[in-house]
């Protein structure tokens, strides 16, 4: 398992005395360094932990939210809700596992450290959608898990910049449903368009 790994025990460890800093230094050097005094890590133990520098921890934070979204995800009944619902259900817990730590997702945006703004953003994008579609019971595997994964890629960016205004509850979960709506509208019509470079794209990642 992912938190076995000695790298990944230490980033956790590490990020407990990183993230209070980060409302306040953002995900800088300084909180990078400071946090790592605090918490007692070594230069040794910072290569294993972050060779890339704080964009490692940074990461291993989004990580960790999606972990704790399947997990919300795991306790909850979803059996009796559509497929677009249990979508949303997925979503929203992802948004609930980082709400603790807003100010943290709101810094990481300010220094273009959110998934998709990252040289490897539609990995990592990719990678959220992923784990929200298979949480939602998605077992696809033609280009239509390619469309699916893709489409929610595309309205993640927008329902976490929406998210960071504090909006209402209820008006989070009418933007989400929208954007929801919105995506799966065009998959309808819009996924055999797709489906030859969708394919492509299959090929060239190596499926």
Same mark, same amino acid.
Do not use: C
């Given at each position: *398992?992912?938190?076995?790994?000695?790298?990944?025990?230490? =980033?956790?460890?590490?990020?407990?005395?990183?993230? %209070?800093?980060?409302? &306040? *230094?953002?995900?800088?050097? @300084? !909180?990078?360094?400071?946090?790592? +005094?605090? $918490?007692?890590?070594?230069?040794?133990?910072?290569?294993? $932990? !972050?060779?890339?520098?704080? /964009?490692?921890?940074?990461?291993?934070?989004?990580?960790?939210?999606?972990?704790? *979204?399947?997990?919300?995800?795991?306790?909850?009944?979803?059996?009796?809700?559509?497929?677009?619902?249990?979508?949303?259900?997925?979503?929203?817990?992802?948004?609930?596992?980082?709400?603790?730590?807003?100010?943290?997702?709101?810094? !990481?945006?300010?220094?273009?450290?959110?998934?998709?703004?990252?040289? &490897?953003?539609? =990995? +990592?994008?990719?990678?959220?959608?992923?784990?929200?579609?298979? !949480?939602?019971?998605?077992?696809?595997?033609?280009?239509?898990?390619?469309?699916?994964?893709?489409?929610?890629?595309?309205?993640? %960016?927008?329902?976490?910049?929406?998210? @960071?205004?504090?909006?209402?509850?209820? &008006?989070?979960?009418?933007?989400?449903?929208?954007?929801?709506?919105?995506? *799966?509208?065009?998959?309808?019509?819009?996924?055999?368009?797709?489906?030859?470079?969708?394919?492509?794209?299959?090929?060239?990642? /190596?499926?």
């Amino acid at each position: *398992m992912t938190a076995e790994r000695p790298s990944v025990r230490l =980033q956790d460890k590490w990020l407990e005395s990183l993230l %209070p800093h980060v409302a &306040d *230094m953002g995900w800088t050097d @300084q !909180a990078y360094t400071t946090s790592m +005094r605090e $918490a007692g890590i070594s230069s040794d133990e910072a290569a294993l $932990a !972050a060779p890339n520098g704080i /964009g490692d921890l940074v990461e291993r934070f989004f990580d960790r939210a999606e972990e704790d *979204m399947l997990a919300a995800l795991a306790e909850s009944d979803l059996s009796d809700l559509r497929t677009h619902e249990k979508v949303a259900a997925g979503v929203k817990a992802w948004l609930g596992a980082l709400e603790p730590h807003r100010e943290a997702v709101k810094r !990481a945006s300010a220094r273009g450290f959110l998934p998709w703004n990252t040289p &490897d953003a539609a =990995q +990592r994008t990719w990678k959220t959608a992923d784990a929200i579609w298979t !949480a939602a019971g998605d077992t696809a595997t033609d280009y239509n898990r390619e469309t699916k994964r893709g489409l929610l890629s595309a309205v993640l %960016p927008p329902i976490v910049l929406y998210w @960071q205004n504090e909006p209402e509850e209820a &008006d989070l979960d009418a933007f989400i449903e929208k954007r929801l709506e919105n995506a *799966m509208t065009f998959g309808k019509w819009g996924s055999k368009i797709a489906k030859p470079g969708l394919e492509l794209l299959d090929r060239l990642r /190596g499926r």
